[in-house]
């Protein structure tokens, strides 16, 4: 490593593009040029952590230097009364990974052998297959196994319901299908037929692609733990990869509540728990 190089921060970018799309970066830059990029993306709420990090955190960085990637990283998480939160560790990491991005351009290797080496050939991703029916689920399913993916994640419009949050339907994404923003979106929502529908999703997906395909939900934390208990034991027979977001996060409680009625093997918690 040259220690040579002037690595001090005398500059940090906040770049906002497209702010209904919620991308935010940070670019942090060093005297000698050498610079690293993070990503600060909060969905929906771009315009906050880009605030924070112009305001609160760039000024916390110029002058310091940027190889003390630790003391930057206690000095931001510890330099605030209220610790944690989605908007303040969006912000932390995208320092942090802006960090790493100036060391290992310094080092002339890739991060990861910084941090220990590649341990693996390959990891596992999946597709999301979303429809306003179970035929409609699983044709997108099929067409995405098709290209080789292993894992889907599989949702589909609850019937009786005007819209059901995590299905496209003729939208691209996400974002375009929020046409109320800046404003979130509103839905009717019923549990009773969520729960109704929902086992026949997942009863005919195994009954056509059979055990090999890894099969994934996401409940966008609608339900009560008791509610996703009951969910939990519904889906067992059909061995879920992992059940996402079935309680809210902020009550770690709720998942020992989930864990103690259902052998659903693994539940992930979403991003969005800071």
Request: charged letters at 25%; glycine letters at 8%.
């Amino acid at each position: 490593m040259n220690k040579a190089k002037d690595l001090t921060i005398k500059d940090v970018r906040v770049i906002v593009s497209s702010p209904g799309r919620n991308f935010v970066t940070l670019k942090i830059v060093t005297e000698c040029g050498i610079y690293g990029v993070g990503d600060a993306t909060v969905n929906g709420r771009e315009m906050a952590v880009a605030t924070y990090l112009q305001e609160h955190v760039a000024p916390c960085l110029i002058g310091r230097n940027a190889h003390e990637i630790e003391d930057i990283w206690q000095y931001l998480y510890k330099g605030v009364y209220w610790r944690k939160g989605p908007i303040n560790m969006a912000c932390v990491a995208a320092v942090d990974v802006a960090l790493w991005d100036i060391k290992g351009k310094v080092a002339g290797l890739p991060v990861y052998e910084l941090l220990g080496g590649k341990s693996r050939k390959a990891i596992t991703t999946y597709a999301h297959a979303t429809g306003d029916t179970v035929d409609d689920t699983l044709d997108r399913a099929e067409a995405l196994i098709a290209q080789g993916f292993k894992a889907i994640r599989l949702q589909t419009a609850v019937p009786g319901l005007e819209g059901t949050y995590g299905v496209l339907g003729d939208k691209k994404d996400y974002f375009e299908q929020q046409s109320s923003r800046p404003l979130p979106p509103e839905q009717p929502w019923s549990t009773r037929k969520y729960m109704n529908s929902i086992e026949a999703l997942f009863r005919e997906a195994r009954t056509r692609f059979g055990d090999d395909i890894a099969l994934l939900h996401d409940v966008h934390s609608r339900l009560t733990p008791i509610e996703a208990a009951r969910l939990g034991k519904m889906l067992e027979p059909y061995d879920l990869l992992f059940l996402e977001d079935a309680v809210a996060a902020e009550n770690q409680d709720s998942f020992r509540i989930l864990r103690n009625h259902t052998c659903v093997f693994r539940v992930m918690m979403g991003s969005d728990f800071g």
